[in-house]
């Protein structure tokens, strides 16, 4: 079945610093990807929609400046959290669309990240 | 509908025992509707899914019931099992045929006590 490896599942960063999250579709490309940010014992919040080769679509709400993200081959969606702050601490979750038997939308694992 | 931040509802339930969790959506325009398992610190699981053409689609122990007129669905689990308790998720979008987006529900603790 259709696998998203996201890496890495878990990261300490300074604040102020940027941290890179990957996305990598493994069986399959992915011409689109999504980004969530999930805060404890709350749903998923989409951040943004990732088309491959163009701009990605921000939720409203969401800082494209701060959240970057770069799709830049099928198979690839990173999201950059740029000065970082203790309040981006969270889980982030990508997710990539596969056509398989069940029309996945087939999700990583997810990144802890917290900002000290 | 849009998850608004609430803190999770818990159900529990006794292993052996049925379960059904409930889900209410908001756009009437959706027409894929997919359940998601999620374990602790872990991504969603895809559980099963169905389409607005359907009121009722069976998987292995689970079964997905839509009422499009109240727009509500639920997931009903058979003989629950220890290995069942995570957050469940209910997620909706439009056109099961591109890449849109899913928008999830606010999720339910399922947790089974031996």
């Known amino acids: 079945g259709a696998v998203v490896s996201q890496h890495p599942s878990r990261v300490i960063c300074k604040s102020g610093t940027s941290v890179k999250i990957e996305c990598r579709s493994l069986d399959f490309q992915a011409t689109t990807m999504f980004w969530y940010r999930q805060f404890p014992k709350q749903s998923l919040m989409l951040m943004a929609t990732s088309n491959e080769g163009s701009k990605a679509t921000y939720e409203q709400g969401v800082e494209k400046d701060k959240f970057l993200i770069n799709h830049a081959s099928l198979t690839l969606s990173t999201l950059t959290v740029t000065s970082a702050h203790p309040e981006d601490s969270s889980f982030y979750i990508c997710?990539?669309?596969?056509?398989?038997?069940?029309?996945?939308?087939?999700f990583g694992s997810g990144t802890r990240l917290t900002v000290v | 509908g849009e998850s608004v931040g609430l803190h999770l509802p818990t159900l529990s339930v006794q292993e052996g025992d049925n379960s059904i969790i409930n889900c209410a959506y908001s756009?009437?325009?959706?027409?894929?509707f997919i359940w998601y398992k999620q374990e602790s610190g872990k991504g969603p699981q895809f559980i099963i899914d169905?389409?607005?053409?359907?009121d009722k689609r069976q998987g292995q122990r689970v079964t997905v019931l839509l009422n499009k007129t109240v727009k509500h669905l639920s997931l009903q689990i058979a003989a629950t099992q220890p290995g069942d308790s995570a957050v469940y998720f209910c997620a909706e979008t439009r056109g099961a045929g591109g890449g849109n987006k899913l928008t999830f529900g606010t999720g339910t603790q399922l947790k089974v006590e031996l």
């Open positions: 756009n009437s325009a959706s027409d894929y």
């Open positions: 169905i389409r607005s053409n359907m």
């Open positions: 997710s990539a669309r596969s056509y398989s038997e069940h029309y996945g939308y087939t």
